[in-house]
T-cell receptor, first 113, second 116 residues
Framework: DAKTTQPPSMDCAEGRAANLPCNHS???????VYWYRQIHSQGPQYIIHGLKNNETNEMASLIITEDRKSSTLILPHATLRDTAVYYC??????????????FGQGTELSVKP | GAVVSQHPSRVICKSGTSVKIECRSLDFQATTMFWYRQFPKQSLMLMAT?????????EQGVEKDKFLINHASLTLSTLTVTSAHPEDSSFYIC????????????FGQGTRLTVV
C-alpha cells in the first residue's frame, strides 16, 4: 500500500471549515484514498473514501487532485466534537483484506471555540 | 454502517494471567477480522489478521503464542493475551468489513488492558 504524509497537527476555529491535507505521491491506479478519525480512547471511525472523483457525504467532502498524488478532507463547519486524530490511508478497496489498514501518524485536529 | 462490538471495554488483570477480548460483527458476517494495538500517543499498529476457520496471520514481530487468536464463527473473533505482563498494557482494537455492503472497514470501540 502506498505511503501517506500528513501534517502532525492543525488548529481550526469552531464553525469554520477544516481542510486536512494528505500527500500520497506513490498511489497506484487501483488504490483508494480512505479517511478515518479517532476520538480519544475510541476506535477509529470511517469518514469517507474515494478513487478519482471528489466525494461528499454527511460528514465531509474529499477532494482528490487530478494526478491523485494528494487529497484534502474538508469538514465544512467544524465543531468541538470534531477534535480528533485524522488518518489518511491509501489501499486497494474491497476483498477479504479490505479491513487491513496501515495507519500512519495522522493529523491531530484541534477545534477551538 | 456496519457495527463491530468489542468486549470488555476495559480490563485490569494481574501479571501472569491471561485475558480474552471478544470482537463481534453484529449485523454482518465477517470471514476476516483484524486486530490492532495502540500505545499512548502512538498510532494503531496492525497485529494480526483473523481468518474464520483457519489460522491467524501475524504481522512481523508479533508473537503468535503470546497473542492467541481464534475466529471460530463468522461473527466472532477472540484475542487472548497469555501470561500478561505490564508491557502488554495497551489499547486493543478490532476491525472488520462487511463484504456484501461496502469497501470500508468498521472498528470496535476498543479494549483498554491494564496489567498490574
Amino acid at each position: 500500500d502506498a505511503k501517506t504524509t500528513q501534517p502532525p497537527s492543525m488548529d481550526c476555529a469552531e464553525g469554520r471549515a477544516a481542510n486536512l491535507p494528505c500527500n500520497h505521491s506513490t498511489i497506484s491506479g487501483n488504490e483508494y484514498v480512505y479517511w478515518y478519525r479517532q476520538i480519544h480512547s475510541q476506535g477509529p471511525q470511517y469518514i469517507i473514501h474515494g478513487l478519482k472523483n471528489n466525494e461528499t457525504n454527511e460528514m465531509a467532502s474529499l477532494i482528490i487532485t487530478e494526478d491523485r498524488k494528494s487529497s484534502t478532507l474538508i469538514l465544512p463547519h467544524a465543531t468541538l466534537r470534531d477534535t480528533a486524530v485524522y488518518y489518511c490511508i491509501v489501499r486497494v478497496g474491497g476483498g477479504n483484506q479490505g479491513g487491513k489498514l496501515i495507519f500512519g501518524q495522522g493529523t491531530e485536529l484541534s477545534v477551538k471555540p | 454502517g456496519a457495527v463491530v462490538s468489542q468486549h470488555p471495554s476495559r480490563v485490569i488483570c494481574k501479571s501472569g494471567t491471561s485475558v480474552k477480548i471478544e470482537c463481534r460483527s453484529l449485523d454482518f458476517q465477517a470471514t476476516t477480522m483484524f486486530w490492532y494495538r495502540q500505545f499512548p500517543k502512538q498510532s494503531l499498529m496492525l497485529m494480526a489478521t483473523s481468518n474464520e476457520g483457519s489460522k491467524a496471520t501475524y504481522e512481523q514481530g508479533v508473537e503468535k503464542d503470546k497473542f492467541l487468536i481464534n475466529h471460530a464463527s463468522l461473527t466472532l473473533s477472540t484475542l487472548t493475551v497469555t501470561s500478561a505482563h505490564p508491557e502488554d498494557s495497551s489499547f486493543y482494537i478490532c476491525s472488520a468489513r462487511d463484504p456484501g455492503a461496502s469497501t470500508e472497514a468498521f472498528f470496535g470501540q476498543g479494549t483498554r488492558l491494564t496489567v498490574v
